[in-house]
Every structure is written in C-alpha cells, then in structure tokens.
C-alpha cells in the first residue's frame, strides 16, 4: 500500500512540476507578446517617425565580457572580425532557419516591434535564452522604387553595435550608452533602387539591451519612402 501510495504522490509532483514549467513557458511568450508580432508577407513601412520595425532577429550569441564600458572601438573591431557562423554578412535570413555556432543551434525570428525601439531582453527572454554577455544579430531588408539620396543612419542603443548596409559598415556605436533617438549618425549615404540589406549586431554585457534605427534627410527630417519586407518559410504544396 505505501508502495502505491508513493508512486501516486511521485505522478502528482512531476505533473504539477509540468504544469509549472508549461505555465512559466507560456508567460514568457506573453511578455515576449507585449514587445512583438510575428511578421507577416506583406512588406510594411517604416512607422510615421521613420523608425525600422521589422527585422528578423538571431537568437544571441554568448560573449565574455560583463560590462558595456568594454565596448571600445577596438573592442568592437575586433569581435565583429570574428566568424559567428556561416556567411554572417551576406547571409538573408529566412524566419526560423536555423544556424550553428559551436555545439548550439540558434534560430531567426521575423518580427514586428510593437514599439520604435527593439527591445533585445526581452526578445532573448521571450525565446528562453539568456540576455546578458550576448550578442544580437539583426536583418532588416529595405526595398526602394527608386534611389534615396543624402540620407544617414540614425542610431541609438543601450549597449553597444555596428551596422552595416550593402556590405559596408556605416555606423558604429561604441561605450556604454542609453538609449537615445539619433544618439549617432552615419555619413550620407544612397538607399538605392531595388534591395537594401540594413544588418549589425548588438552586443551588451548587463542591463537593457535596446536599439533603434532610421535614415533621416539632410533636414534630420525621417524617411518613410521604401518599404520593409522579410523571408519566410516557403509554403509546402
């Protein structure tokens, strides 16, 4: 009888054990529910201020270090020297390909912000994953029916990132900031007619990890003349 009463004690426990763990689950995909949508086929807009809230988001990536006061120019030099994983500056994600880096598998996840800002802990806590020491990989793409000419990339972080468009770094943003609208600007730059690939990483030691994009005119004035889009699975016949 003890025997049995024991095991029935035991089914209870590791049940309600489950629940727990399911329920835990479910609220950090509700938190990650008050940050973010999931993106759709439709291409989108940048929002009436100009800020870029699409991007497909790879799950972070560990680094060793505890605090953003390390995030010098050369610190930031030289960990975006490093290969992370497989054609990391020319790849175009798919949401939910999958990429390796060591004995890890991390996914990208196409999102809609529901805010101007990215809100990278909680995207990172949303999926399970850990939030500091991390590095934040991040695509947007850009399609423009004509060229945009003399505009800037108009950044601000709480951490800090270095961006990239058409291959070509733009904008680095170094040291331990707060997010700040604007905090740094790239040189002029030309959004040119057909595909535009905006893509950087974040990286942040401890506290918020935030960013927020948009080219703004020669007037500091935003631009909203291009659309956003994303790679989606392709759907099975």
Known sequence: MYHWVKTILCLVSASLLSLQAFAAGEGERAELGHYFAPATAEPTTPDSEGFIRRWTIL??????????????????????SEEYFKDQFTVIPVDGSKVKYGKSTLLWHSLDSKKFFINLLRFAEGYGKEYFQQMYWAVAIIDCEEDIEDVRLAGGVNSGAVWYLNG?????????????????????????KGRNILRGAVLNGQGMATFCLRFVDGNGRPVTGYTLSCELPKKKK
């Open 168 to 192: 070509e770094e733009v904008l680095r943003l170094t040291n331990d900031r707060d997010l700040i609208v604007d905090d740094c600007m790239s040189q002029r730059l030309t959004l040119k």
């Open 59 to 80: 799950e972070p990536i560990a680094k060793n270090f505890s605090s953003n006061a390390q995030l010098t120019d050369n610190f930031l030099m030289e960990t975006m």
